[in-house]
């Protein structure tokens, strides 16, 4: 027996809002860095100097930062239209953060700058802080894979 698909389900609905705050959140974070990095204020240098990560990095991350942070957004909209393309979307960016994730784990670990994330308690909070920064797109990765909610794109088209 066939299940009966609803209408719009409260997972879709509940994993589009949260992208949508994550992507406001991520816009109000990366702009100002790197109008900061471009302009070399101090307070952005200065919390940059606390890190393990090279200046060049951060430029990097965050215009890939932006440019994920408004997909993210694109794909949040979408997913709320119960959109197909959003969600295949949606898919692309948690693998891209995940990667970017893993990314800033392996430099972190392999050049540290300051001598506070060399000490064990250092590292913790950067395994930490990228694992929780994970897991969010790790949930995405499994939930919009799912048969039942691919069925459930497919048929709200």
């Not at 430029?59 to 932006?66: N, P």
């Not at 994730?101 to 540290?112: A, C």
């Amino acid at each position: 027996m066939e299940k009966k698909v609803r209408g719009r389900p409260g997972g879709i609905i509940a994993f589009g809002v949260v992208a949508i705050l994550f992507a406001g959140i991520g816009l109000f974070q990366g702009i100002p860095l790197l109008i900061g990095m471009i302009q070399k204020s101090p307070q952005w240098t200065t919390v940059i100097s606390l890190t393990p990560l090279p200046l060049s990095y951060f430029r990097v991350s965050a215009t890939i930062g932006i440019i994920i942070s408004t997909a993210l957004l694109v794909s949040g909209i979408g997913l709320l239209k119960i959109k197909n393309w959003a969600r295949k979307l949606v898919l692309g960016i948690s693998a891209v953060i995940i990667l970017r994730n893993l990314v800033s784990f392996i430099i972190g670990l392999t050049m540290p700058a300051n001598p506070a994330w060399t000490t064990l308690r250092g590292r913790g909070i950067l395994i930490f802080v990228m694992f929780v920064g994970s897991i969010f797109y790790i949930l995405i990765l499994w939930y919009f894979n799912r048969t039942r909610v691919k069925k459930q794109f497919q048929k709200l088209q």
